[in-house]
């Protein structure tokens, strides 16, 4: 029985042909501050994930001839010289696909709203190439964002890449949220990447995202200021990788960066760390390219490339109103235009803070909707000529007729522009109420009464019009007729307004 058990083993060792399997191995000169210098990977190529023991990853991004400059993507407390490390020959990457949907991850996948694990069946490099210029097509769809200011005076196009920027604490996150939510009932696809912000301010997204039904629609991917550097450089780009995954298959897409200018010291500080040459502001030489490569990847895919889009929102914080500083204005020459939020609004309550003269867009003009476009097309222009009116009138007391009527209608377009947080309204309803200002109606009303009067339009109009409202919701234009029947309605209803 002994014999004939040998012999089965001897048999099954014959059959078997071991494979050699190659890996490259090295040893860890120095490591702290997040990242680690590595000696012996000689075939080691850049972008690639190192394995340290523990479970560490790093990211090689440092290639000299006799060492590795490795960013570290964990703690490195249980690290130091002499420590063997591995190459693990394939590239940094992320996970992707419709698993992520309504769940808070970091760039490497690892879960972080304490759910299930991830059901993931693809992992996608977190550097890949932009889209070719031929494979691209013109911005055609609005993103609305449900913001009165934004979509009337400030549009933004499905593909575009509009920079938020401004001090801290002026709104700027509120207004990404905003557009977040708004994206609950028209298919769009949401990733919020907050890089470098802190646990609370992250939690409390969540939650707003939470109870307004708009995380089933989006993805979290988190890297605090407590995290690595390392993780905090990588996230941005992870995230675009998992929303490229949703373009690739025809769909639309919205990416909130929060914020790049944290996302920009972390790289300086690694830069710095890996002895790189400091330039400007101590920043490396190619921080306009980290910044380019990754914005560059936002766009409208050609329907025979699928069709999709990849909106990007990059937030920027500014320092005392200074949109001139070295990382503001690399972003403003990258993206389509810009959205800039003044301190000095936000202080007396003109919610969003929205500057209207040192804001732009560049593209998402030609995408508006047509009943949109016609009421706010000379509105733009009328509002900036009041400020600077308004401006002068403070030296004078003695105004004629028709300079104290535009004063008291740009009032009253200020005051329509306010809007509350987290309420995001519908194309129709901002149709209504632009048509009631730009036609006067509202120049008999106090100041203190245009919110009520507001809020009447918005449930009179859907109401009473419904077929209208939804012919404006849908992007048609409006006819003749149907203006007058929209200005007619709501010209009738503010005169049973109680007084």
């Not at 340290?52 to 993507?73: H, S």
């Not at 010289?81 to 591995?86: E, L, N, S």
């Not at 535009?406 to 209504?432: A, D, F, N, W, Y």
């Amino acid at each position: 029985m002994l014999s004939d058990t040998m012999l089965t083993v001897r048999q099954e060792l014959q059959q078997k042909q071991p494979t050699l399997i190659c890996q490259e191995t090295g040893t860890v000169l120095q490591v702290g501050g997040g990242i680690a210098r590595v000696q012996g990977l000689a075939s080691i190529s850049s972008e690639e994930l190192v394995a340290f023991p523990g479970g560490v990853l790093g990211v090689a991004i440092n290639l000299e001839p006799d060492e590795v400059g490795v960013i570290l993507l964990g703690e490195s407390e249980q690290l130091g010289a002499g420590v063997r490390v591995t190459a693990t020959g394939r590239e940094a990457d992320t996970p992707v696909g419709d698993g992520l949907l309504g769940r808070i991850l970091d760039a490497t996948g690892k879960v972080l709203d304490g759910g299930k694990p991830l059901e993931v069946h693809e992992r996608r490099p977190i550097e890949r190439a932009a889209p070719e210029i031929i494979e691209r097509a013109p911005v055609t769809v609005p993103l609305e964002t449900g913001l009165k200011p934004i979509d009337a005076l400030i549009p933004i196009g499905r593909g575009q890449r509009e920079l938020l920027l401004g001090d801290r604490q002026t709104g700027k996150t509120s207004i990404a949220i905003d557009t977040i939510i708004n994206q609950r009932d028209k298919g769009v696809i949401c990733l919020y990447c907050a890089v470098g912000q802190r646990g609370t301010s992250v939690a409390k997204v969540i939650e707003t995202l939470r109870q307004h039904d708009a995380l089933d629609h989006t993805i979290v991917v988190v890297a605090s200021d407590e995290d690595p550097a390392g993780l905090r450089y990588i996230t941005p780009y992870a995230a675009t990788t998992m929303a490229e995954y949703f373009m690739e298959q025809g769909r639309d897409v919205l990416i909130v960066y929060d914020d790049l200018t944290r996302h920009a010291r972390a790289y300086r500080e690694l830069s710095l760390l890996l002895r790189r040459p400091p330039g400007r502001e101590a920043y490396p030489g190619d921080i306009f390219y980290i910044h380019s490569r990754l914005l560059e990847r936002s766009t409208h895919m050609r329907a025979e490339y699928g069709g999709g889009s990849l909106t990007a929102l990059p937030i920027i914080e500014t320092q005392a109103q200074d949109i001139s500083a070295y990382i503001p204005t690399n972003l403003i020459s990258i993206t389509d235009g810009q959205i800039y939020l003044s301190p000095t609004l936000f202080q007396k309550g003109l919610l969003p803070a929205i500057n209207i003269g040192k804001s732009v867009s560049r593209v998402g003009g030609k995408t508006q909707h047509p009943a949109l476009r016609n009421v706010a097309s000379d509105l733009r222009l009328a509002y900036s000529q009041f400020e600077e009116l308004e401006t002068f009138a403070r030296f004078s007391t003695r105004l004629d007729p028709e300079t104290r009527d535009t004063i008291e209608r740009g009032r009253r377009v200020r005051e329509v522009l306010k809007q509350t947080e987290h309420q995001p309204l519908r194309t129709s309803e901002q149709v209504g109420i632009l048509t009631a200002v730009n036609a006067g109606l509202f120049d008999s009303l106090p100041l203190e009464d245009l919110a009520d009067a507001e809020e009447w339009i918005r449930r009179g109009l859907l109401e009473r019009l419904p077929e209208l409202c939804a012919h404006i919701d849908s992007g048609k234009p409006l006819d003749e007729e149907q203006s007058r029947q929209l200005l007619d309605d709501i010209s009738t209803g503010l005169t049973t307004l109680p007084s």
